[in-house]
Structure formats: structure tokens, C-alpha cells
């Protein structure tokens, strides 16, 4: 690795003084749990994606669990997910008591398989989860038509999804509920925190109660019903808040290393580029890029101090789910297989130069050359 270059990574936030200026102001208040920052986060968000009700979370995974438990879905019960996603959606089914069922996925969108999908459902089959990857979306109008023709609830998954858009309606918000997540990788960051997407009352308040230790107003030491703290905090939301402001920004810019990774890398016949539908509005959280030699590609960046990742570990390899009584075989999921075999992620962070990426880009063609 080159000692007199700084080391470039794949992926970290855009942090500045903005939100050191909001944590000041949370300091200041003595309000450090859920308050008035809290719902202003929430408020932006329920005009940023029309939704009806926002609803604050620790994370992501937590927001997914409080959606299945507010639709009763739970043991005896299956919930298709995709096997190309980060493993926090099928644990957030198996935290609810129900059981994930492993779905492939389609390449150009790494979007749930729906003819794999038909194979998959039973008595017991109740919801779908599709996870709009890396920025991208699934095809929204095909699984809502699926789901409402085999009376399935559409739960979507858009922790990597904030900003993206699908027929000009932001993703999240086509079914009875969705999630956005704000780890400290995301486009816009909280550090940690979810939020809960949906029109229907009923499950916005089931999920408020099921965070709220039961209760529908806090403060209150009558619990009607079973709950938890799954509390967001006035930190969070300073700092959501903060990173709110510059998200155009950040999303102009990753599209921008997207397009002048594409159009530099395009002549180079070893590697193969996403292409974007026309019907989709991404936001790059990573550009990615597909080769046949990823881990020797990987390592060569590396030793020229770049970062890079490879795409999620397929569900149906992992060792944790290896007890699982769905058939797992490999060739049961050729899509997703294929696709974490062949990805790679590229540096696709705010802060990335037209000088780091120029270097990056030329040892790219230096590898292939």
C-alpha cells in the first residue's frame, strides 16, 4: 500500500459542523430522549414521502419487527424474503416467531424473483418483504399486484432506500408499511434509528404502543398493553436532522461518481455496469460493479490503499441458517449466487475527490490493462 497517500475507504458519512450545531442545541434543552427534535425528524420525513404516519426507532430491524408483530404475523407463520439482502430482514422475521422462506432475485435490480416467489407459497405464506438494494428499486407494481392477487401483506424493506423513488412515489410507502434506516453507512446517517412508513392507523399505532412499553401516550404508568423501549433519541434525531439538510446534496453527489464511474469504466470488456429503468429514480448509495475475478480485483485496490466491498453473503449460505428446512442448494438461487460472486462496490462516499476517484478509475484500467 502506497505510505504517502491516504487510505480511501468505501463508504463513510458526510459529517460537518451541522450537526455538532444541533447536538449543542440537545445539550443545551436537557431533553435527551424522544421530544420536539424527534417529531420534527419524523415530520420531515412524512412530507418527504407523503406517508401518512412516520414513526421514530431505535433501527431498522426493530422498526421491521414492529411491523410483523402489529400484523399478528408470528410463529406457525412464513414471510418470503430475498436471499441477497442484509441478514437483518429474516432475523427480524425470526425475532417476530415466524419463518423466513429464501426467495432468488433478478439481476438487474437484485429485486425479489416473483416466478421463484410462486413457487415458495403455502397456507402458512402471510407477507412479503422486498429489499430495494443499494439504492435501486424492486418492480413495485408487479410485486403489489402479486401480493394483493395471493393475499399477502407487502412489508417493504428500504433500509438502503432512502431518497429512491419508483414511478415518481418514493419506495416504502407501496404497501401496508415499509422502513428507512439510518446506520452510520447510509446515505443519510443517524448513527443508529429507524423509521416506520405507513397510511394504515392500525398499525401505527400498534407500532407506537409496541415502543412506547404499551402505552399510546408516555408518561402515563397504566400499561394496557404488552410493549418495549424501542425508543429513538433527541441525538438521533439532532443529527438526522442535520444530515435531512444535506441530503440533496449528498445524492447529487453519488450520483455524479456513479456517472463518471460508468462512463470511464464503460470500454473496459471485463467489467459489466448496472443499468438503471427509467421508471426508477436511485439514489447510489454504492456504485457497483460486476467482474469475474471480484477477490483478485479487491485485494490489487486494497494494496493501492482503496476500499471496496463485496456484496451481502446470500442468506442461504449462512452458517447461522443452515438448520433452516427449505432446500438451500445453490442452484435454488442461481441470481443471487451469481451476483454476490461476481459484485463489487466501489468507493461511493460524499467526501470521495475528482482526484481520488481519477486514481481509483486509472488503477481500475491499470489492472485490466
Request: hydrophobic share 35%; aromatic share 12%; proline share 3%.
Amino acid at each position: 500500500m502506497s505510505s504517502n497517500r491516504k487510505f480511501i475507504n468505501q463508504i463513510e458519512p458526510f459529517i460537518d459542523n451541522t450537526e455538532l450545531e444541533y447536538l449543542t442545541e440537545v445539550v443545551k434543552s436537557t431533553f435527551v430522549t424522544e421530544h420536539h427534535l424527534t417529531k420534527k425528524f419524523e415530520d420531515l420525513f412524512k412530507d418527504y414521502t407523503s406517508s401518512k404516519h412516520v414513526i421514530a426507532y431505535t433501527n431498522g430491524t426493530l422498526a421491521l419487527y414492529a411491523i410483523l408483530k402489529s400484523l399478528d404475523i408470528g410463529p406457525g407463520d412464513e414471510v418470503i424474503v430475498p436471499d441477497l439482502t442484509f441478514i437483518a430482514t429474516a432475523n427480524a422475521v425470526i425475532l417476530a416467531g415466524a419463518t423466513p422462506i429464501l426467495c432468488d432475485i433478478e439481476t438487474e435490480n437484485f429485486g425479489l424473483d416473483l416466478n421463484h416467489a410462486k413457487k415458495l407459497i403455502t397456507n402458512k405464506t402471510k407477507a412479503m418483504i422486498p429489499v430495494h438494494l443499494y439504492g435501486l428499486s424492486c418492480k413495485l407494481d408487479q410485486i403489489s399486484k402479486f401480493c394483493n392477487e395471493n393475499n399477502l401483506l407487502l412489508i417493504e424493506d428500504a433500509a438502503q432506500g432512502v431518497g429512491v423513488r419508483y414511478n415518481k412515489k418514493h419506495v416504502g410507502t407501496f404497501g401496508i408499511a415499509g422502513i428507512l434506516s439510518f446506520y452510520g453507512n447510509k446515505t443519510m446517517t443517524c448513527g443508529e434509528g429507524g423509521l416506520i412508513l405507513t397510511d394504515d392507523d392500525d398499525v401505527a399505532q400498534k407500532c407506537y404502543r409496541l415502543k412506547n412499553h404499551g402505552r399510546d401516550v408516555k408518561g402515563i404508568f397504566m400499561h394496557e398493553h404488552i410493549g418495549f423501549n424501542f425508543s429513538f433519541t433527541e441525538m438521533q434525531a439532532a443529527v438526522g436532522i442535520a444530515q435531512f439538510k444535506k441530503l440533496d446534496k449528498i445524492i447529487g453527489k453519488k450520483r455524479s461518481l456513479f456517472e463518471k464511474y460508468c462512463n470511464r469504466l464503460k470500454n473496459i470488456d471485463q467489467i459489466e455496469l448496472m443499468n438503471i429503468p427509467v421508471n426508477v429514480h436511485p439514489v447510489h448509495w454504492f456504485t457497483n460493479i460486476f467482474v469475474s475475478d471480484v477477490n483478485d480485483l479487491s485485494k490489487y485496490l486494497y494494496d493501492n490503499g482503496i476500499g471496496t466491498r463485496r456484496f451481502f453473503y446470500p442468506l442461504h449460505l449462512q452458517p447461522c441458517y443452515q438448520h433452516f428446512s427449505q432446500d438451500l442448494n445453490s442452484d435454488n438461487f442461481k441470481n443471487s449466487f451469481k451476483s454476490y460472486k461476481r459484485g463489487l462496490s466501489l468507493p461511493s462516499l460524499y467526501a470521495l475527490s475528482d482526484n481520488d476517484q481519477d486514481y481509483i478509475i486509472e488503477k481500475i484500467k491499470r489492472y485490466y490493462e
